[in-house]
């Protein structure tokens, strides 16, 4: 196959015949087509992801559709989101060596990527959803996001790199509106896909649409997304985005990257650790979560604790690019000025992702997009009294975000809302 044929959804039944001739395939999982195995598992929002087995091996076959898979073809969206899918897969590679998995082959005109096939990992959210204490998510999910924020950004790459970078991400303006729309603006009005968990949820739902304070900074955070071109993001680091066994963490799905906020990363992957938390009491029937729900807080600690190490370590190892030039700190004797800067720059980092975990919390239970920490809580009065008090905690994040000076403070919060009453 090449990327000149018209574009062609793969099937199960297809995908031997289209690509039994290629190369990479057959090397990796045997030359026999016929005693390949497919399936198709994905069960994202966006692609088709296919699982191949041969005689020898393996292999994940990831393809674009022409549209939004959870919607239909009702809501179109380019195939080129597989194309910044690739790139940010060999940037992240290289940037944060062994925590994405391995490219085999990507072609273009047909959207689709074949990479390893990641066993016996499984989607972290699972794992949590199934009351699985991981140990090195936060020290895995931590450094990746230090390495791959800090080395995309203009305090280690060239100008004339990133700025070329910048301009290629750009493009991808399609999967950015998806954000801007469903995360930051679609939760606070009545927008046309929208649905939560009603009727038990409609009073809170009205209250927070009416909630001045809150449009207001998530309209603030949405104007930082969009104009603070910072870094290469995930652009979409949720627990959803993340494989995982015991020993190890592979980052996965990044088709949303763009050149945004560091802050957002980071803070939609706490907002995913912090829905676990206040969805652990719907997954209770066979034993308490106490342990559970200590086990998350504890992550966020270490995630966050590790982060700021790593990114503090290469901002005084490898601060190469044009900001905060050592010129004017170090190469003067002035180590103290850079570490001025450093505060200030996780300073800010700290203020915006807490306003973006907040919104991030908001959206997966009032928008188009939820998510089965919730979704999978059968009981529907259990389900919105976890939502609520998610909902409440977001709220408190978004609106006071500049008030809040540690992730303890975060947690000491979360762990009394959870307490409370139910609705
Ligand atoms: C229409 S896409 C909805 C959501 O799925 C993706 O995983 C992103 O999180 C997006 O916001
Ligand atoms: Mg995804």
């Known amino acids: 196959m090449t990327g000149k044929l018209q574009f062609e959804a793969l099937s199960v039944e297809t995908l031997p015949a289209r690509l039994g001739a290629n190369e990479a395939l057959r090397a990796k999982i045997g030359k026999d087509t016929s005693a390949w195995k497919v399936r198709e598992v994905g069960d994202g929002n966006l692609n088709l992801v296919f699982i191949v087995e041969g005689a020898s091996g393996a292999a994940v076959v990831k393809q674009a559709l022409p549209y939004v898979r959870l919607v239909g073809d009702s809501w179109p969206l380019p195939l080129k989101r597989s194309f910044f899918e690739y790139h940010a897969l060999t940037r992240q590679q290289a940037r944060a060596p062994g925590s994405v998995p391995a490219i085999y082959h990507f072609d273009e005109g047909q959207a689709l990527i074949i990479m390893e096939y990641l066993s016996p990992h499984i989607i972290l959210r699972r794992a949590l959803i199934e009351g699985r204490q991981l140990p090195n998510i936060a020290r895995d999910i931590g450094l990746f996001m230090a390495r791959t924020l800090f080395r995309g950004s203009d305090l280690h790459m060239a100008a004339k790199d990133r700025k070329a970078d910048l301009a290629l991400f750009a493009d991808n303006v399609e999967l950015c509106d998806i954000t801007e729309s469903l995360v930051f603006s679609d939760p606070y009005f009545d927008a046309k896909m929208n649905r939560h968990t009603s009727p ?61 906020p560091m802050a957002f990363d980071v803070g939609m992957l706490l907002a995913n650790f912090w829905m676990s938390f206040f969805s652990q009491r719907g997954h209770e ?69 807490l306003g973006f975990a907040g919104i991030e919390v908001h959206r997966r239970i009032l928008g188009l997009a939820h998510n089965a920490d919730f979704e999978t809580i059968a009981d529907e009065d259990l389900r919105a009294s976890c939502e609520a008090k998610a909902l409440k905690f977001g709220r408190h994040l978004a609106v006071n975000r500049r008030q809040i000076h540690s992730i303890d403070e975060v947690n000491t919060l979360a762990a009394l809302i959870e307490q409370e009453s139910s609705i």
């Open 200 to 260: 038990q949820l409609d009073g809170i739902v009205a209250q927070l649409r009416a909630d001045r304070d809150l449009k207001v900074e998530a309209q603030r955070l949405k104007h930082i997304f969009a104009a603070n071109a910072e870094t290469l993001l995930h652009g979409d680091l949720h627990s959803g985005s993340i494989m995982v066994t015991d020993s190890q963490t592979r980052m996965i799905d990044p088709e949303f990257a763009f050149y945004g």
């Open 285 to 353: 029937q066979k034993a308490k979560r106490d342990a559970m729900r200590a086990y998350l807080l504890e992550v966020t600690v270490e995630t966050w604790v590790v982060f700021r190490a790593e990114f503090s370590h290469l901002w005084r190892t490898e601060r190469s690019g044009m900001l905060y030039q050592k010129s004017l700190f170090e190469d003067q004797g002035d180590r103290l000025g850079a570490e001025q800067a450093l505060d200030h720059v996780l300073h800010q980092m700290w203020t915006d992702l």
